[in-house]
């Protein structure tokens, strides 16, 4: 990761960098809740980018700030979510784990669940 990129988003935490276009996938309410989900277990955190890298598949690539996350917590690959208020992201691949200024940051690529009133299903 640029460390330019890294510094600039972490000079300004709270507007969150994203395209109109992912902005509009992603919309709902002004402030939606954001949960990192680790065997079942929820983490608050704080979702700092997205891009969405296949757009037929889902796939996402996220940078999530998690405050009260730890290494040790990943090491045994768990379940993994993230939820940002009614969407929800499974199937975590190329996981990254770092810390910035004494903040944990969690980078991940994880697929859009589609729920479809039935159950859900990947798409």
């Not at 969150?16 to 309410?29: A, C, H, Q, R, V």
């Not at 784990?97 to 990947?122: A, K, R, T």
């Amino acid at each position: 990761m640029n460390e330019a990129e890294v510094e600039r988003v972490l000079s300004n935490p709270d507007n969150l960098i994203m395209s109109e276009e992912l902005s509009t996938i992603l919309s709902g309410d002004e402030s939606p809740t954001q949960s990192l989900v680790l065997d079942g277990d929820a983490l608050a955190c704080v979702l700092v980018r997205g891009e969405l890298l296949d757009y037929a598949c889902r796939a996402w690539k996220f940078l999530l700030q998690v405050p009260m996350i730890e290494f040790d917590r990943l090491l045994d690959l768990p379940s993994i979510e993230f939820m940002h208020g009614d969407k929800k992201f499974s199937n975590a691949d190329d996981i990254t784990f770092f810390i910035e200024d004494g903040m944990s940051f969690l980078s991940l690529q994880l697929n859009q669940i589609i729920i479809d009133g039935g159950g859900s299903s990947d798409e």
